[in-house]
């Protein structure tokens, strides 16, 4: 089975938002380093917001402020909450379970486009 499953990507319109789901198997939620990735055409994948091994969380730059990592212990989901979308989040969003190894979601497409 897929062990990581997104859902929530769609086409929004600049300033809109969107929140995108990461559900994960238990032993997978409770065992790696949850964060949220991100690919637009022609870049490099690149950190969006992740929980840390050390117990913080970290932003891209390029969010901080608008978006928001959150998870629910109970449902093994962690959450992106996408605020004051702009152009330039549009990209395939990649949920990630960080750890020995690394598993990954099959990406859900955020288009911000008026």
């Known amino acids: 089975q897929v062990q990581l499953v997104e859902s929530g990507g769609g086409l929004v319109q600049p300033g809109g938002s969107l929140r995108l789901s990461c559900a994960a198997s238990r032993s997978i939620f409770s065992r790696n380093v949850m964060g949220w990735y991100r690919q637009a055409p022609g870049k490099q994948r690149e950190l969006v917001a992740t929980f840390t091994s050390g117990g913080s969380i970290k932003y891209s730059d390029s969010v901080k402020g608008r978006f928001t990592i959150s998870r629910d212990y109970a449902k093994s989901t962690m959450f992106l909450q996408m605020n004051s979308l702009k152009p330039e989040d549009t990209a395939v969003y990649y949920c990630?379970?960080?750890?020995?190894?690394?598993?990954w979601g099959q990406g859900t497409q955020v288009t911000v486009s008026s």
């Open positions: 990630q379970a960080g750890g020995y190894p690394d598993y």
